[in-house]
């Protein structure tokens, strides 16, 4: 039997801002308690506070939950934060007369994305706000908004802070945007999943349950159901994950259709630990590896075929294996369809499996495939049992 991973995929890791904070606070007491370090401590701390919500891009509530935590990195008077269209959030002093001017204020930064010094006009005397720095929000070269911080004097300290504080905030909205890509990436790599599974299934259950009609109506009232629910699943319109005990009920639906069309000459064994069935795993993320299992190691086999399912507890992952007895194929063609190379004749979502599994828990969860022409063909995966941001909800 020969070994063989799939093809790497370039991975950016962002740290966590826990994390950061950890090592933060860890270093602090390393280091000991100067005022320079608590002064550090303290920049790292708020910067670790204001960048979740903004991870969800420019939004409303996003500016208002980390508003605060920028003022406080800026020291200033009160702080605006505006999209292209209106004011997201004003924070701060003179919040009752000046919040309503605060997307006019933002007007030319928007306009010719230049950070401008304005002089604010106001009769009451006790108003600290008096200046403002206005400072564009860019994501992609492109401006999508405006910080602007208000106070009593526009020191050119302040000028390089509001651009400083800005350019973080530019970040974290570039990383709220590849996030949305990789949801928008993924969700097309299922529908291109949903694409190549349907064709053939379709075709091939359909002809089976219509050769029931005469001969035995009421399996065929029961493949039909099964067909149904085996559908209604792998064409639901929502959600990235599902549970492996959804995955695994859809894939006993898909194999009870296949069944009635193999007869005994299809053979399934499945060893299913309890422990796994609640852990979140991407959406049909299993059941490409067993219909490929069918497809291209047991149709062409003389004889009887043999399917082993085995979903293991280990520890803080869950490992998976789908096998076959079939034909196997060669590995260096099986490289190449991983990498992206070639295309598989008539495939069922390797690649696009390997590739999912890497873009969600990283380089070193992809598919790993021991096959050899004549050998057979077994399919490992490994998943973490919790991993952020992958939920079945």
């Not at 969700?187 to 349907?198: G, M, N, P, T, Y």
């Not at 049909?284 to 082993?308: D, F, M, W, Y």
């Not at 096998?323 to 004749?345: F, N, S, T, V």
Request: net charge negative; charged share 25%.
């Amino acid at each position: 039997m020969e070994y063989l991973v799939g093809s790497a995929v370039v991975a950016v890791l962002v740290g966590v801002p826990g994390v950061v904070l950890w090592r933060v606070m860890r270093g602090r007491r390393e280091l000991g308690t100067s005022p320079a370090e608590r002064a550090t401590f303290e920049t790292l701390h708020t910067a670790s506070m204001a960048g979740p919500p903004l991870r969800a891009g420019l939004t409303a509530d996003g500016a208002e939950r980390a508003s605060r935590h920028l003022r406080k990195l800026l020291g200033s008077a009160a702080l605006a934060i505006t999209d292209g269209e209106r004011l997201l959030v004003y924070d701060g002093e003179g919040d009752d007369h000046h919040a309503g001017q605060a997307f006019e204020h933002a007007a030319a930064t928007l306009k010719d994305g230049r950070t401008q010094v304005l002089t604010i006009d106001c009769d009451l005397l006790e108003c600290p706000i008096r200046h403002a720095v206005v400072v564009p929000l860019t994501t992609d070269d492109r401006v999508v908004g405006t910080l602007a911080a208000y106070g009593q004097n526009a020191s050119a300290g302040l000028v390089r802070a509001a651009q400083e504080v800005a350019g973080w905030v530019d970040s974290q909205l570039e990383l709220a945007e590849l996030d949305r890509s990789r949801t928008l990436l993924m969700e097309a790599e299922v529908r291109a999943l949903r694409a190549q599974i349907s064709p053939h299934f379709i075709y091939n259950s359909l002809t089976t349950i219509a050769s029931f009609v005469r001969t035995d109506p009421e399996r065929a009232r029961e493949l039909l159901l099964e067909f149904a629910d085996f559908t209604r699943y792998s064409f639901r319109r929502h959600g990235e994950f599902t549970t492996l005990a959804e995955e695994l009920r859809s894939i006993d639906r898909y194999l009870i259709l296949e069944r009635a069309r193999f007869g005994d000459q299809l053979q399934v064994t499945l060893r299913i630990a309890p422990e796994v069935l609640p852990v979140a795993v991407p959406f049909l993320c299993l059941q490409p590896l067993v219909e490929n299992a069918v497809r291209h190691g047991l149709e062409s086999k003389n004889g009887v075929g043999r399917i082993t399912i085995i979903a293991e507890d280990a520890g803080a992952e869950c490992r998976i294996s789908v096998e076959d007895d079939g034909l196997g194929m060669d590995p260096e063609r099986l490289r190449r369809i991983l990498a992206g190379e070639i295309a598989p004749a008539g495939g069922v979502g390797l690649a696009n499996v390997d590739e999912r599994l890497r873009q969600v828990y990283g380089d070193e969860y992809g598919l790993v495939v021991e096959t050899a022409k004549g050998a057979g063909t077994k399919v490992n995966i490994r998943l973490p049992k919790y991993h952020p941001g992958v939920s079945a909800r």
